[in-house]
């Protein structure tokens, strides 16, 4: 069974910076798709990017221009660069792996908290 370890996150002030790293524990297909979510209280869970195999990026409008996806195939690892991080984007923060074959992955969760 593939786990998703997330790591990162944390309290930052308005206008900082964060990275969340996220490992499988085993093998990632290419054709698999990797990405984040987001869910803040009271709120539903929502898409903030997401990563093929080919590095073809797709961003949140919120995000846009201010986060950054990327990933390593030969970890088996997805990060998100997110800069200039602002008090809206305060909320637990989740990977996860779409599947070609097989049932969706997720991480385990992370904090992210923006407030100065």
């Known amino acids: 069974q593939v786990r998703l370890v997330q790591s990162g996150g944390g309290l930052v002030q308005p206008g900082g910076s964060l990275r969340l790293s996220c490992a499988a524990s085993?093998?990632?297909?290419?054709?698999?798709?990797m990405g984040w979510y987001r869910q803040a209280p009271g709120k539903q869970r929502e898409l903030v990017a997401t990563?093929?195999?080919?590095?073809?990026?797709n961003y949140a409008d919120s995000v846009k221009g201010r986060f950054t996806i990327s990933r390593d195939n030969a970890k088996n690892t997805v990060y998100l660069q997110m800069n200039n991080l602002k008090p809206e984007d305060t909320a637990v923060y989740y990977c996860?792996?779409?599947?070609?074959?097989?049932?969706?992955?997720w991480g385990q969760g992370t904090q992210v908290t923006v407030s100065s």
């Open positions: 990563i093929t195999g080919g590095s073809r990026t």
């Open positions: 085993g093998s990632i297909f290419s054709l698999d798709v």
């Open positions: 996860n792996v779409a599947r070609v074959v097989g049932t969706p992955l």
